[in-house]
Every structure is written in structure tokens, then in C-alpha cells.
């Protein structure tokens, strides 16, 4: 199940005298403890949010990262929850939102950033993982939004935030090549699941996409190749956790946005790419 740390969900911040009148909005954002997530859940924390800190909770590093980045979290001024929840177990997704609510007592944004990324290719498809991917890239992704749609029904609207589920994409869709070939279809399932949300939950909820390019080292790549493979973009540097971490915001506040999806990855979608970057930074 979704498991609330109640020794780490405690609340701090600014006094109540400090804080703008009326509750602050909540975002859940999943995967927050580390990389990508952290980042946008520290900037969200540094414009007013509260923060739902998700992680998968499966071993001690991950509990660990969790409790640093809460501490960061507070020190921004925002009251944070714990949460760990592995998306392969189902119990545990539809559990997490209504836990979050319970904890922080409401959830205005859900912001989709935990990803399982391994390497496939069609010459070497894995149907287990193909499953696998798709339970924690597409399903969870798509409960949460119905679950934020559930939840936004019980609690009063929020003067500043309209509620809203971003989900993390991939600039390949719109630039595709065939490896992570399993991972690629679960992002392009997504892709396609953020615009049938955004009518199906509209007008209650907003639903939008942000596709980054490179951004962090990742899989095998090293140090190196992921410095030449950042450069390999129309502008001739691809995104960083921060650029992804504004667009979020962006999308969060703006209540006339929905079913779309923002790339964010200076241009690395306009530039003809036969491979992953990985593989161009190697051959460069």
C-alpha cells in the first residue's frame, strides 16, 4: 500500500502569519526524491507549493534521497509528506492520492515524473518488460489523473491553482528512432493518453504533457558522452533539470492550457536523429 512516513511527513515552513491567507496548493509529484523529480518539486516548493514527496520506497538509498530532498523542501518554506509506493503494484498506485489528500488535506496538481527507462530494440523486444514499463509509465500515470479527478470533487477550488496532472514525456516521439524501443511506446501511450484525459477530465481537470530532450546522465552513459550528446540539439544545448522544472510550473499556472504537450529540449526534436544520443555521442 501507499504508505505515509509520519515521522518525515511532518509539516514546517513559514508560521501562519507569513503564509498568503488560505490554504497553499498541493502537488503530488512522483519520483521527487532524486533527478528530475527534485528538481520540480523544489521549484513548485519555491512558488507556494505544499509537496507531496513520492518515491518507490524499495530499499534504503531511495529512502534516504527521499528525507534529504525533504529537508530541502522545508527549508523552502513548504510542508512536505513522505509517500513510497512501487507503481508495479497496483494496491499501492490507487492508494497513494488518497493518501496524500488524507496527510495534506487536499491535492491541486499531480505532476507524473517517476519513469522506468531500460533498453530494448525490435530486433530485441522483451514482452515481460514491455508489460513491465507499462504499468509504472502509462498506468500509474493515468490512475493518478483519475484519482486527482476524484479527489478535486470533495475539496473546495483553489483561488490560484485550477487543478492540473502533468506528465513527463519524451522528445522522441516527435523526433522517433527505434532504440529503448519498449520505453518509447509507453511514453508515445502516454502521449496519446494525456490528450483523451484532457477531454474526458475536462472541464474539472487540465491535463498537459512536457517532453524533455537530454537531460542527466543516464542508462551507460558516462560523464562525457552525455556532455557532447547535451550539444547535439538545434540550439546546440538540449534542456536541464531546471528548464523542465519551469515548464511544469508554467503549465501549472496556467488555467487555459490543456491536452497539450510543451517540448523542452532546445530543439533536439527538429534535428533528424536515426539513434538514440547515446549511441551519436559515441560514434562523435
Known amino acids: 500500500m501507499a504508505t505515509p512516513h509520519h515521522p518525515d511527513a511532518q509539516m514546517s515552513g513559514p508560521s501562519a502569519a507569513q503564509r498568503p491567507a488560505g490554504p497553499r496548493p498541493v502537488a503530488l509529484v512522483t519520483g521527487a526524491a532524486r533527478r528530475i523529480g527534485r528538481t520540480i518539486a523544489l521549484d513548485l516548493a519555491g512558488a507556494g507549493f505544499d509537496i507531496a514527496l ?16 525533504a529537508l530541502d523542501l522545508r527549508a523552502a518554506g513548504a510542508r512536505v509528506g513522505l509517500f513510497a509506493a512501487d507503481f508495479a503494484d497496483a494496491a499501492a498506485t490507487a492508494a497513494l492520492l488518497p493518501a496524500v489528500a488524507g496527510e495534506l488535506g487536499r491535492v491541486d496538481a499531480v505532476v507524473n515524473s517517476a519513469s522506468r527507462f531500460e533498453y530494448d530494440s525490435p530486433d530485441r523486444f522483451d514482452a515481460a518488460l514491455l508489460g513491465t514499463l507499462t504499468r509504472s509509465n502509462v498506468a500509474a500515470p493515468v490512475e493518478l489523473a483519475h484519482a486527482l479527478a476524484t479527489q478535486v470533487r470533495t475539496q473546495p477550488a483553489h483561488a490560484r491553482v485550477t487543478p492540473c496532472v502533468v506528465n513527463l514525456l519524451d522528445q522522441k ?83 487555459a492550457i490543456t491536452g497539450v504537450d510543451l517540448a523542452v529540449d532546445g530543439g533536439q526534436h527538429l534535428v533528424g536523429q536515426a539513434r538514440d544520443v547515446l549511441f551519436l555521442a559515441r560514434q562523435t
Open 173 to 255: 516521439l516527435h523526433n522517433p528512432n527505434p532504440d529503448y524501443f519498449s520505453y518509447t511506446l509507453t511514453k508515445a501511450a502516454l502521449a496519446h493518453a494525456t490528450v483523451l484525459l484532457a477531454q474526458a477530465l475536462a472541464p474539472a481537470v487540465r491535463v498537459c504533457g512536457v517532453s524533455p530532450g537530454i537531460t542527466l546522465v543516464s542508462g551507460p552513459m558516462d560523464e562525457d558522452e552525455f556532455a557532447r550528446a547535451h550539444k547535439l540539439t538545434a540550439l546546440g544545448r538540449s534542456s536541464t533539470p531546471e528548464d523542465i522544472a519551469r515548464a511544469v510550473r508554467f503549465l501549472i499556472e496556467s488555467p
Open 54 to 69: 513520492h518515491h518507490r520506497g524499495a530499499d534504503a538509498r531511495s529512502r534516504d534521497d527521499a528525507e534529504a530532498t
